[in-house]
């Protein structure tokens, strides 16, 4: 009898990743310890946890991360500025919602 | 391959001053940036502008393009381009390439084919002729359509996707990969799973990026999702909801048996609790009640409906109150 061995990739349900290490973040988003710690000490980030090594940040800090690289990459705007530019695109997306609702 | 007007791109003269140029592109590229603009477009014009900066910026590649770039299509020019170019490789010049887009978008690194031909780089062996730091490969963003049953029970679906590849003898190419992913039970729709070290090979010895497949559920004749939550419109005759019953209702995990309390009004919510998606969080079932009338077709269905009227019910009774 023959059998065929199929190879199934087992993955992670994003939205509950809710417990990566400072590492994790590094790796996923392709950054430097240095730079999330930053965004941390800006009030960007709010992991869990008191000392960096228990740090814990939710998968959904991922895209956040992302974006202000890519702010501070491709417009030149220092670690404050992104985190303002991202704060209010927050608050665009929350208006947003606000007025389709209203429509 | 068309030529390209870096100056048209960004909107000034050919004598535009560095500063001019650097405050347009400021200008232009925070309008057009994609995570502020949410335009379809806007990624596209974005790179475009990425590209007319990186030459206009330097005064060396500004001045190449100046000089050749509007004939680049005549063979005269690209000669005496290339010319240039050797004796600058042989060392007596600043040289091309070596340059670093800062980008972070997916694929911003590759310019047009324009700027290829011109400034070189990029064709042959992607980025990793171009610098040689270990770099993490590419995430790969895919999406799998699956019926609403997988998130209950589980499953395994075989997914297929090209991805941006170096062949052996350092080409570009696109490579066809197939995979076969376990949905975990519990999933919703919408959600995105991660799979760690399946995106494109890295550069020069760096991790491979990460894949990401979004969730979506097949649309479904009986079932609606909303979050773990599931509704399923179960069509009742009159008396069935007006009396009680027991009936048989399909759910996504089997069929299952209910019972209709009496005096079920059209549109009614029946919910049972933690019967919905197996979510970390259950999300609940709720079976909505649908009054469906038989038509008065023939002698016998017109005989009850005309004995009904007997009941002397008025369903005008708080109309227009």
Partial sequence: MEYNVIKVYQGTITDEENDLTLLQLCDICNSLPELIIEMVDEGILEPMGQSKKSWRFPFSNVENVRKVLRFQNDLDVNLAGAALALHLLDRIGQLEVMLERRL | ?321
Avoid: C
């Fill in chain 2, 1 to 321: 391959m068309n030529y390209k007007d870096y100056y048209k791109t960004l909107g000034i003269s050919k004598k535009a001053t560095a500063a001019q140029i650097k405050k347009e592109y400021r200008k232009l590229a925070r309008k057009y940036h994609p995570d502020v603009n949410k335009a379809s477009d806007a990624e596209q014009k974005f790179k475009e502008l990425g590209e007319a900066y990186e030459v206009l910026k330097d005064p060396e590649k500004r001045k190449l393009y100046d000089q050749y770039g509007a004939d680049w299509k005549t063979g005269k020019e690209r000669e005496q381009y290339q010319k240039q170019q050797q004796y600058q490789d042989a060392g007596f010049g600043s040289g091309g390439g070596g340059f670093d887009f800062g980008g972070g978008f997916e694929n911003a690194g590759q310019y047009s084919d324009f700027f290829e031909s011109l400034f070189g780089g990029g064709r042959q062996g992607g980025r990793s002729s171009r610098q040689n730091v270990q770099q993490k490969g590419e995430d790969i963003n895919a999406s799998i359509v699956i019926p609403l049953e997988d998130a209950f029970q589980g499953a395994s679906r075989k997914i297929t996707f090209e991805t941006p590849s170096i062949s052996p003898d350092g080409q570009r190419i696109n490579k066809k990969v197939s995979l076969n992913v376990k949905i975990p039970k519990g999933i919703k729709n919408g959600q995105k799973i991660r799979l760690a070290g399946q995106g494109s090979d890295g550069y020069n010895g760096g991790a491979a990026g990460d894949m990401y497949i979004k969730i979506e559920f097949e649309k479904h004749r009986t079932f609606r999702v909303e979050g773990a939550d599931v509704y399923i419109n179960l069509p009742l005759a009159p008396w069935e909801a007006a009396l009680g019953a027991q009936v048989n209702v399909p759910t996504p995990a089997g069929n299952i048996k209910l019972k209709i309390p009496e005096g079920s009004a059209q549109g009614k919510k029946l919910r049972l609790k933690g019967k919905g998606i197996p979510a970390k969080q259950a999300g609940d079932l709720y079976v909505v009640v649908n009054i469906v009338l038989p038509p008065a077709s023939d002698e016998k269905a017109r005989k009850v409906y005309e004995e009904m009227k007997n009941l002397n019910f008025n369903p005008r009774a708080n109309f227009g109150r």
